[in-house]
Structure formats: structure tokens, C-alpha cells
């Protein structure tokens, strides 16, 4: 049984200063990753159509992350562990492309892409266990919630 003060210590660190200050620094650098290599894209026609295609994920993956910032900033009543896993979903599907594509070049004969896509792989790996706690600690929460609510007669 998690006593009151338990409840309030975790509360005091999830509405924190300090996670609202993370998620700035977030979409910050998510823009200013956008903003450069979306430039590039922009300014330098001449660049090979892989480098474009690469240069216009770089850019979808940082606006992805600024929107899931802005959106985790403004929620109100916000239940923190549906983000988290809203972030690991989104940090595994970018793993997966990456992956996907190093696995690309590689097939097309660029031997560099093979170390690329061992690190993607294991990344990816990474994030799918995280997204797998994510979501069952969810689960958990909201399962916790739903028999509180009927043990309050709501």
C-alpha cells in the first residue's frame, strides 16, 4: 500500500520544475535539429535524393518531437505515464526507420550501413522494452484507478 506521502513525493516530482524544464529543453533541441538540417534541405538543391530523403526524415522525426512536447506541456490533469508511453512509441517507431533504412543501404551495398543498423537494432530493442514497461505500468495505473472508482461507488 503506497501511504500519502509516497503519493505526494511522486506527485512533487512529476509536476516538477525540473521535468516542465526537460520537456523545453526537448522541444528546443528538436527544433533547432529541425531547423538546421531543414535548411540544408532547403538551401542545397543539389544534394543526392538519399541524402534528401534522410534530411526530410531527420526533419518529420524533430517536428514529431516538438509536437509531443508542446502536447505533454499542455495538458491539464495530464496522467504522466500515458506520455511516457506516448514517447516510447514514438522513440520506437524513429528506431525502427532508422534501422529500416541503414538495413536499405546496406542491401544496397554500402558497408558502413551494417554497423549503422546493429546500433539501430539494438536501440530499437531498447525502446521496445521500454515502451513494453510503459504500457504495462499504465495498465496497471489504470486498472488501479478504475477499482478505487468503484470502491467510491462512482
Known amino acids: 500500500m503506497i501511504s500519502a506521502d509516497d503519493v505526494a513525493a511522486r506527485l512533487t516530482d ?3 520544475t525540473p521535468r516542465k524544464i526537460r520537456l523545453v529543453a526537448l522541444i528546443l533541441l528538436a527544433l533547432g ?3 538546421a538540417v531543414g535548411s540544408l534541405l532547403l538551401t542545397e538543391p543539389g544534394l543526392p535524393l538519399r541524402t534528401q530523403a534522410a534530411f526530410g526524415a531527420i526533419v518529420a ?3 514529431s518531437w516538438v509536437g509531443f512536447g508542446v ?3 499542455s495538458t491539464r490533469r495530464a496522467l504522466y505515464a500515458r506520455q511516457q508511453v506516448v514517447a516510447t512509441r514514438l ?3 524513429f ?3 532508422y534501422t529500416i533504412g541503414c538495413l536499405v543501404l546496406l542491401a544496397s551495398g554500402v558497408r558502413a550501413a551494417g554497423a549503422a543498423a546493429a ?3 539494438v536501440l530499437t530493442m ?3 522494452w521500454l515502451q513494453r514497461r510503459a504500457s504495462d505500468r499504465l495498465a496497471g495505473l489504470l486498472a488501479r484507478r478504475q477499482a478505487l472508482e468503484a470502491g467510491h461507488g462512482r
Open 14 to 16: 512529476e509536476l516538477s
Open 33 to 35: 535539429v529541425s531547423g
Open 61 to 63: 522525426i524533430g517536428a
Open 71 to 73: 502536447w505533454a506541456l
Open 91 to 93: 522513440a520506437l517507431v
Open 95 to 97: 528506431g525502427l526507420l
Open 119 to 121: 546500433f539501430g537494432g
Open 126 to 128: 531498447i525502446a521496445w
